[in-house]
């Protein structure tokens, strides 16, 4: 069964920095694609960011620019830069593949603060 644990949120000013960390445990991590997704309070779960097995990335209209998926495929890690945050990005951020294939983790909070 796969696991996933997020970590690195936390509370920032408005035009700060987050690095978010995923790790990914009980499959070959490095032939999967994978998402970050986030969730709004009282808004629906939205994939922002996703990154293939050969490193091409995508991602939502709403981030680009500020945001960037990396992977590290030896320690079974997707990452996500944010920088230039807005308090619009706040929300449980999270990852999965870009289909949800497995049960979700916990998440990790990042709250932007104006």
């Known amino acids: 069964q796969v696991q996933l644990v997020e970590s690195g949120g936390g509370l920032v000013q408005a035009g700060g920095s987050l690095t978010l960390s995923c790790v990914a445990s009980g499959t070959i991590f490095s032939i999967n694609a994978m998402g970050w997704y986030r969730q709004a309070p009282g808004k629906q779960l939205e994939l922002v960011a996703a990154?293939?097995?050969?490193?091409?990335?995508n991602y939502a209209d709403s981030v680009k620019g500020r945001f960037t998926i990396s992977r590290d495929n030896a320690k079974n890690t997707v990452y996500l830069q944010m920088n230039s945050l807005k308090p619009e990005d706040t929300a449980v951020y999270y990852c999965?593949?870009?289909?949800?294939?497995?049960?979700w983790g916990q998440g990790t909070q990042v709250t932007v603060s104006s």
């Open positions: 999965n593949t870009p289909w949800a294939s497995w049960s």
């Open positions: 990154i293939l097995a050969a490193g091409n990335t």
